[in-house]
Nanobody, 125 residues
Framework: VQLQASGGGLVQAGGSLRLSCAAS????????MGWFRQAPGKERGFVAA????????SYAESVEGRFTVSRDNAKNTVYLQMNSLKPEDTAVYYC???????????????????WGQGTLVTVSS
């Protein structure tokens, strides 16, 4: 699985951005998909994830209620809608995929086998 993230940019605090992650291959709907982020000097951490069908989601406490993860299996794409952005949301955002047919939505980096290249989100105050 190859992943290509896009949609990052510079936005003012309180603004919105939507990240997209396009996946290659015909088996996209077999992968739980996740979003992680890494701020300068910090470890890469979990942001959100979505089940294979899209019926279940999971969020980090810091983004709950502001971010929404979704997917379009017909387009092999997962999205991260980010609203009410804060300066502390500034980071490189990565999309990732678990191995095919994983059932549980994982929050740990080690549970994700495939990673995109990252897209930078900068939120100014």
């Amino acid at each position: 699985v190859q992943l290509q993230a896009s949609g990052g940019g510079l936005v003012q605090a309180g603004g919105s951005l939507r990240l997209s992650c396009a996946a290659s291959g015909r088996t996209f709907n077999t992968n739980v998909m996740g979003w992680f982020r890494q701020a300068p000097g910090k470890e890469r951490g979990f942001v959100a994830a979505i089940s294979r069908s899209g019926s279940s989601t999971s969020y980090a406490e810091s983004v709950e209620g502001r971010f929404t993860v979704s997917r379009d299996n017909a387009k092999n794409t997962v999205y991260l809608q980010m609203n009410s952005l804060k300066p502390e949301d500034t980071a490189v955002y990565y999309c990732a995929a678990q191995l095919p047919f994983a059932i549980d939505i994982a929050r740990g980096r080690g549970e994700y086998a495939y990673w995109g290249q990252g897209t930078l989100v900068t939120v100014s105050s």
